[in-house]
């Protein structure tokens, strides 16, 4: 089966669509049914429903699987998933609007907006906030599967006593030095909010982003969705499907969570955020910037969206965890053209990185735009084809056509060796850690992540013999 849909995935790869969307090209939807019917089979994935859109053009929306398996309920492209923490990309506009209006400045202490923030918070900038640079501690620990507030049986009461818990903890680093992804975070945006505008966070997210552009839809908590349309979430566990059973959030906690949403109103927002509709995109240009870190480095934060740069593109979202992600990439600016993609899930056997699931689509859609995407897809079937003969054209494509800069491939390839490790096992890892040695021989850092990869597996010989290659090339030349 892993040989049959690898060469079809080739066959689906090789064909360069437009970059233009003026059209819906032909067979795209066919190419991306079969891409979804491929991840799928791969990963175990539950049931799922995918959009991709081109300068406010839908190209693709589809669906496959079970919303529940228990019942055998089919997901469609209606179905309302558990998007959970994409809710932050909610809070985050609320900010970025109030800064656009000139309300809020991220370069100066929180504490200015918000009263009665612990002692130990009242320097810290409302950007360390936004991008998980603040260095504070969390308000819940996980005990017993359940999230547990330090002096309480639950999570805390109201937002009040869950920062004061929160602000009872140790600073965990020097603000603005690394990223710690810390739920608290948000929860001193929600109270930034419901400081300014004197409503609880649901009533200002609903008046300022999902009313106006008509996202019904979207809610907060699993008791909020019609029964009909709720996708049941589940999680892998020893390659197997079973129920998350997951706890709900408490309600002041929905500014970080508990966000339940489709593919078609995720769309809408992610669309006004390109034409401008919420926020300036003279201020999002300015804001999706990297923040730089005292520590070195560069934030993978922009003002609290995930941020890659690849390709050429800008490409800002957030995930719900393993389950769910949305992107929006753009080229230089937003007015020269964007993309828009969102894949949502209620789960997965093998619980694969979303952001592996999102860049199957980008590398269907787009290729000629995308060729990183392209050869994460193309490394993963490579990883899952048994034929005697495909290292030689994997090696081939590489050589020939892969469309990624030399500079850039075997960082490139190594990067996916362990996106692959994490969903598919080291065993089909090993065959493209393996590869990168055979076309960078004289890169300690290949080496490495092929010794890593035989440790993982129990090799430890073998990983031993591999270590030292890499530590002999490592060091400088006499």
Request: charged residues 20%.
């Amino acid at each position: 089966m892993y040989r049959t849909l690898a060469a079809v995935l080739l066959c689906t790869l090789a064909i360069a669509l437009p970059a233009s969307a003026r059209d819906v090209p032909g067979g795209l939807t066919a190419q991306l049914d079969a891409q979804l019917q491929a991840n799928r089979e791969r990963y175990g994935i539950a049931g799922q429903a995918v959009l991709v859109a081109h300068n406010g053009q839908v190209l693709y929306q589809g669906a496959s699987g079970e919303r529940d398996p228990a019942t055998h309920a089919p997901a469609t492209v209606d179905t309302i998933f558990a998007a959970q923490s994409m809710a932050k990309l909610l809070t985050s506009t609320l900010v970025m609007q109030l800064v656009d209006q000139g309300k809020v400045d991220l370069d100066v202490p929180a504490s200015r907006y918000v009263p009665d923030l612990p002692p130990a918070w009242e320097t810290i900038h409302v950007r360390d906030f936004l991008n998980h640079s603040s260095g504070i501690g969390e308000y819940y620990d996980r005990v017993d599967n359940r999230w547990i507030s330090k002096g309480y049986t639950g999570v805390a009461p109201d937002l009040a006593a869950a920062l004061k818990v929160a602000g009872s903890a140790p600073m965990q680093f020097t603000t603005g030095s690394r990223v710690q992804y810390t739920q608290a975070n948000y929860l001193v945006l929600t109270a930034l909010l419901e400081a300014y505008y004197r409503k609880p966070f649901p009533a200002i997210a609903r008046e300022r982003i999902l009313q106006p552009l008509k996202m019904p839809s979207t809610s907060w908590g699993a008791a909020s969705v019609p029964t009909q349309r709720a996708a049941v979430p589940y999680i892998g566990k020893d390659g197997q499907l079973q129920p998350a059973n997951e706890d709900p959030w408490p309600d002041y906690g929905w500014g970080h969570a508990d966000l339940q949403t489709t593919v078609g109103d995720m769309n809408r927002f992610l669309q006004a955020l390109a034409t401008g509709r919420l926020v300036r995109t003279s201020t999002l240009e300015r804001l999706w910037q990297p923040q730089k870190l005292t520590g070195g480095g560069s934030n993978f934060f922009s003002t609290g969206w995930d941020t890659i740069r690849s390709d050429g593109y800008t490409q800002v979202g957030h995930d719900g965890g393993t389950r769910v992600r949305a992107r929006l990439a753009y080229k230089g600016t937003l007015a020269s053209g964007y993309w828009v993609f969102v894949y949502l899930t209620n789960g997965s056997a093998r619980n694969v990185w979303s952001s592996t699931l999102v860049e199957s689509t980008m590398a269907v859609a787009a290729p000629q735009e995308f060729p990183h995407a392209v050869l994460s897809e193309r490394l993963i079937g490579y990883a899952l084809d048994e034929s005697t003969d495909a290292t030689q054209a994997v090696r081939s494509w590489l050589r020939d056509s892969n469309g990624v800069p030399a500079g850039e491939l075997e960082r490139a390839i190594n990067a996916d060796g362990y996106a692959i490790r994490e969903s598919l096992g080291a065993r089909k890892a090993l065959k493209v850690f393996t590869l990168n040695t055979e076309l960078y021989p004289e890169s300690a850092n290949a080496w490495d992540s092929l010794a890593e990869c035989h440790a993982a597996l129990g090799e430890k010989e073998t990983a031993d013999r591999l270590y030292a290659k890499s530590k002999a090339l490592a060091k400088p030349s006499p």
